[in-house]
C-alpha cells in the first residue's frame, strides 16, 4: 500500500520528487511531461477556448502536501497556491495526526440547491400548497433535462418553498433539491430551475426572475476530525494555548476571518489543484462561519482525557470529479489522478482533512513561536529571487537576511551585489 509519509520531500531535487509522485500516483510518462511543462499545461489556444478576452495565461506554483492518512488511506494531496508555508504546514499538521491514526472524515451526499424566484403572487400560501400537490410533476420536467443523472437513479428529489418579505415586497422561492451525483452540478442545477419557471408561473400565477443554483451548499457538509498527540504538539501547555487560541478567533470576528483564511489556505489550495470552483467553496465556507448569528471559527478545538489535542472542522462544499474545468485542464487531470479520489464525497474528505491540517499548524504557530519565524525564511527566498538572484545564490543570501534580521528586497538587492 502506497505510503504519504515521504523523508524530507522537500529536500529533494524536483525530478526525484516527480518520480515519487509517479511511482505513488502510477503516473504515465505524458502526464510526467505534463507537469514538466512551464507553461503551466495549458496553451494560449486553449486558455483562449475557456474565458472571453485571453491575451495569455497565469501560472502558480503545485507542490505536493505529504504525510496524509484520511480514513485510514494515504493520500499525497496537490496544492496549488502563491504564498510561502502553507503546502509545508499542511504536511507538518498531517505528518503530526498521522501518529494518532490520521483524519476521520465524512462527507454528505452531493445535493445541489436550484432556487427559482416567483415575483406578483397574488396568495403565496395558496400558491405554496399548489406547488405542493404538483411537485411529481415538477419533478418530472426537471429530470427530463438529464437523461445522466435519472439513469443512475439520481436527478431532483424534492421541491421546497419558502416566503422571504423585502422592500419591494414579498416574494415567493422555490427550492430544488437535486442529488447530482459525482460533479459539481452548476450546470445541471441552473438548467433545471429554467425549466421548471414556466410551469412554476402557470401553477401560481406570478412571475419568475432568478433560476439559479444556491452555492450555500447545506445539504452537501463534510466534517474532519483528528487528535494530535499532546507530547508531539509540545506538551500540555501549548494544547491549552491552542485551545485559547481557537477560544479566540471563536469570539472575536477580526480574529474569526484570519483563523478561518488559514483553514482556506489548504482547502483552496487542493480546489485549485483539481479544477474546483475555489469562489463557491469560499463563499459557502464564510456563510457557514456565520451560521450561529455571528461570524465564528470554522474549526473547533479542545482536549480528550489524556490530554491530546481535538480538532475538527465543519464545512459545506460543492465540488465534483466529472465536468467543469477538472476535465479541461491537463494539469488538473494529472493532479486529480495524483490525488486518487473516486467520487465527489471523497474528494470532499481530502479537501476538509487538508483544510483542517493547515488549521492546526497555523494555530500552533501563532501559540508557540508565532507565525513569522517559518514564515519569513520562505518570504526571503521570494525576496532573493525578486532581487534577480540565481537559484544557486538564493540560499546564501537569505541565510544572510535572516542572520542579520533584515528581511527585505532592498536588502536582498544589497547583498545580492555583495555577491
Known sequence: MPDSSISKFFEKARKDRLDIVANFSNLSDDEISILENENGGISFDKADKMVENAIGTFSLPLGIATNFKINGKDYLIPMVIEEPSVIAAASKGAKIARIKGGFEVSADESYSIGQVQILDVVDISSAILQIKSSSNEI????????????????GAKEISCKEIDTPSGKMLIVELLIDVGDAMGANVTNTMCEAISPLIEKITGGRSL???LSNYSTRRIAKAKAVFEKE????????????KAFEFADNDVYRAVTHNKGIMNGIVAVANAVGQD??????????YAAKSGQYRSLSKWSKDSDGNLVGTLEIPLSVGIVGGIANVHPVAKVCTKILGAISAQELSCIITAAGLAQNYSAIRALATEGIQKGHMRLHARNLAAAAGATPDQIDEIVQKMIEEKKISLDMAKELLEQI
Open 278 to 287: 475555489s469562489r463557491a467553496i469560499e463563499a459557502a465556507a464564510n456563510a
Open 139 to 154: 419533478l418530472e420536467l426537471a429530470n427530463s433535462k438529464s437523461n445522466t443523472l435519472s439513469k443512475m437513479g439520481k
Open 210 to 212: 432568478l433560476r439559479i
Open 232 to 243: 508531539a504538539v509540545g506538551g500540555e501547555d501549548v494544547v491549552d494555548n491552542i485551545i
